[in-house]
């Protein structure tokens, strides 16, 4: 026999059994099936800010059956209560729903309703969705669907204002450096509490809301100057009536650290529309009156002008402030020709809250009164701009002047009895005595 036929044979056998097994196994390979997934929804889509509302959630798998989910709220969502929730599905904590030993299908999907609270202002809007085929959150897990709804948008703002009568008052400067306890009373210490409002976007009060006081100064009118700073328990959360309430202390008050006009305080807080308080001042020295006669007394910083301030009619509080940081500027209302020449850059500040008006005795040091040029100290005049709205006084030109435009004041005699100069005397020392009778105003001499 001759072997090498065979060798042939041999060889072609070889490729056509491997092709055959090739064959075989693309045949018995199975398909591979999409992983089931979970589509759930979360409605309404959006929200008053800060407000309770009820909300709906629906879960639904692909293909197969869902056996457990963990539904968790965006970061600031607090769950109050489940409305409506076949067995299986509880309450677990105030940030999640969970839904245990269900067979959820395309085919019979789930339903909760649940009422929740948002919050004023969120970093995410985002619930999370978790589902397994197990019953006890165990076996496969479902992917989420894009398809899903699952955010909730927050519209419109919570807002804070302070209660009516109820804002910063103006209070006296106690030198520490920071001045007494601010309180909606003024010059009161003890007095009744700052308070604040928080509301929702639908307005209804909102509690648990931390709100923070801050400090403002508004133009044109000069607060102390640079560095004005706000210290002490600024900071307290809305209650269930919506009012945050903030109480200082002898101890530990709310003080601002250099006395001046024009401060506000602003409540804010996150996702927080606060509205600015109405002006007040932090005055040098201020009490409330009483029936005995109502003094006070302030210094400019570097003691060559001081002020005493008496109300004619004691009742309300008075305060004084002698400060640089003011302003007050008469020229623009002196005729041509006429020599005037303001002897301190200090500016002296009152307020009365009751009727009648005050006298001012102010004290200019010997070393002011050497500055003075040509008219000597013979006779001094008073620059004075009226701050209560609706006054007026007539001045020494004849010229009318109304609320916060300044002139200067003419002296008392017949027929003028107020907004003058009563006298102007000499002070031991070589300095001088001016006094003059106005209403609510700054002086400078």
């Known amino acids: 026999m001759n072997p090498e036929p065979m060798n042939r044979r041999s060889s072609k056998l070889v490729p056509l059994l491997a092709a055959g097994l090739l064959s075989i196994a693309l045949i018995a390979s199975p398909a591979v099936a999409a992983p089931p997934t979970a589509v759930g929804s979360v409605t309404p889509s959006s929200v008053p800010a800060g407000a309770t509302t009820g909300y709906s959630f629906s879960l639904a798998p692909s293909s197969g059956t869902i056996g457990s989910f963990n539904l968790t709220a965006p970061a600031g969502w607090v769950i109050l209560s489940l409305d409506s929730a076949p067995a299986g599905v509880t309450l ?216 005493t301030i008496a109300a004619n009619t004691p009742s309300g509080s008075l305060a004084v402030l002698v400060s640089g940081a003011l302003s007050l500027d008469c020229g623009p209302s002196i005729p041509a020709g006429y020599n005037y020449k303001p002897v301190s850059g200090d500016i002296i500040a009152w307020l009365y809250t009751g009727t009648g008006s005050q006298t001012i005795v102010v004290e200019l040091s010997k070393q002011l009164i050497r500055e003075v040029v040509d008219r000597g100290s013979a006779h001094l005049d008073v620059c004075y701009l009226v701050d209560v709205a609706g006054k007026s006084f007539v001045d020494k030109f004849g010229q009318l002047h109304l609320t916060g435009d300044p002139g200067l004041l003419p002296d008392c005699g017949p027929g003028i009895s107020e907004n003058c100069i009563v006298s102007q005397t000499a002070a031991p020392g070589g300095g001088r005595v001016v006094t003059f009778t106005v209403e609510d105003g700054r002086g400078k001499i």
């Not at 003024?186 to 923070?212: E, H, K, N, Y």
């Open 92 to 307: 677990t904590s105030s940030t999640q729903i969970q839904g245990r030993g269900l067979s959820v299908s395309a085919s019979s999907p789930l339903a909760v309703g649940f009422t929740a609270q948002a919050p004023c202002g969120a970093a995410s809007t985002n619930w999370t969705l978790a589902a397994r085929s197990g019953p006890n959150f165990t076996g496969s897990t479902n992917g989420i669907d894009p398809s899903s709804s699952l955010s909730t948008a927050l519209s419109g703002t919570c807002a804070a204002e302070f209660v009516v009568g109820r804002g910063p008052a103006d209070a006296a400067f106690n030198g520490n450096p920071k001045s007494e306890n601010i309180t909606s009373v003024p010059f009161t210490p003890a007095g009744t509490a700052m308070q604040v409002l928080v509301t929702d976007a639908t307005g209804a009060a909102r509690s648990g809301i931390a709100i923070t006081l801050t400090l403002q100064c508004t133009a044109p009118v000069v607060c102390g100057g640079s560095g004005a700073s706000l210290s002490g328990p600024v900071t307290a959360t809305s209650n269930a009536s919506g009012l945050a309430t903030f109480t200082g202390s002898a101890a530990n008050p709310i003080s601002v650290s250099q006395i001046g006009f024009g401060y506000h305080l602003t409540p804010t807080g996150t996702g927080v529309t606060g509205t600015q308080s109405a002006p007040f001042a932090i005055f040098e020295e201020g009490e409330q009156c009483s029936s005995s006669d109502c003094v006070v007394r302030g210094n400019s910083s570097n003691r060559h002008l001081s002020a």
